[in-house]
C-alpha cells in the first residue's frame, strides 16, 4: 500500500487546532519538533495527570484526509490541522492498519502506529456535535473511532506535503488497534 502526505501541522502549545506548516522534523523517540506533544513520555495533560511517567505513545497524530472529505459532507467545516493532528494523510486507510505498522515516509522518516485516537469532548467545543461524527457505535454495540491514529518515531528526519507513505506491515499475527 502507498499513500501520500496532503499536510504537515505542529503547535507549540496546547490546543485543539495544528497550524499547517510547509514541514516539520521528526525526532526518534519523541515526536514532531516544537509541537507541544512531543516527549518520550506523556505529553496530553489528562494522561499527565494520572501518571507523567508514561512512555509516549501519541507523539506522532494522522489523521486520513477522506475523514475531512466525509465530516464536509456531513455539513462541518473541518480542513487538514483543524482536528489537531500533525500529519494528513491520502489513499492510506490507517484504520485498518495493525498495530505495528510502520510508515515510511518520504525517504527517512518512520512512525510506528500504536492506536486509535479516542477524541474527547473538546472535539465538540470545535464544532458542536462533532464527536458523534468520529465516535459512534456499530451493529454489534462496538465503538468506532474514526478519528484517526498515533504513533511513535521510529527513525527522525523531515515530512512535507507530497513525500510518499510506504506501509510496512508486522509479522502476523496482526492485532486490531485499539485507543492510546
Do not use: W
Not at 499536510?7 to 499547517?20: L, Q, R, Y
Not at 511513535?152 to 492510546?180: M, N
Amino acid at each position: 500500500m502507498t499513500g501520500r502526505v496532503v499536510a504537515v501541522h505542529s503547535s507549540p502549545v496546547h490546543g485543539f487546532s495544528k497550524a499547517t506548516r510547509g514541514e516539520i522534523a521528526l525526532v526518534e523517540g519523541v515526536g514532531v519538533v516544537g509541537d507541544a506533544h512531543a516527549g518520550p513520555t506523556v505529553q496530553h495533560r489528562s494522561r499527565v495527570a494520572a501518571d507523567p511517567s508514561q512512555p509516549n505513545l501519541r507523539q506522532v497524530h494522522l489523521i486520513h484526509e477522506e475523514l475531512f472529505v466525509d465530516l464536509r459532507a456531513a455539513g462541518y467545516e473541518v480542513a487538514p490541522g483543524s482536528l489537531g493532528e500533525n500529519i494528513t494523510t491520502g489513499d492510506v486507510d490507517l484504520l485498518a492498519l495493525p498495530v505495528g505498522t510502520r510508515l515510511r515516509i518520504g525517504s527517512e522518516t518512520v512512525v510506528t502506529v500504536t492506536g486509535l485516537r479516542n477524541p474527547c469532548q473538546q472535539i465538540n467545543d470545535f464544532q458542536p456535535g462533532l464527536l458523534k461524527q468520529v465516535v459512534s457505535t456499530d451493529d454489534e454495540g462496538r465503538v468506532v473511532r474514526l478519528a484517526g491514529v498515533m504513533g511513535v518515531v521510529s527513525r527522525g528526519g523531515s515530512v512535507a506535503p507530497g513525500d510518499p507513505i510506504q506501509v510496512e506491515l508486522p509479522p502476523p499475527p496482526h492485532f486490531p488497534l485499539t485507543r492510546v
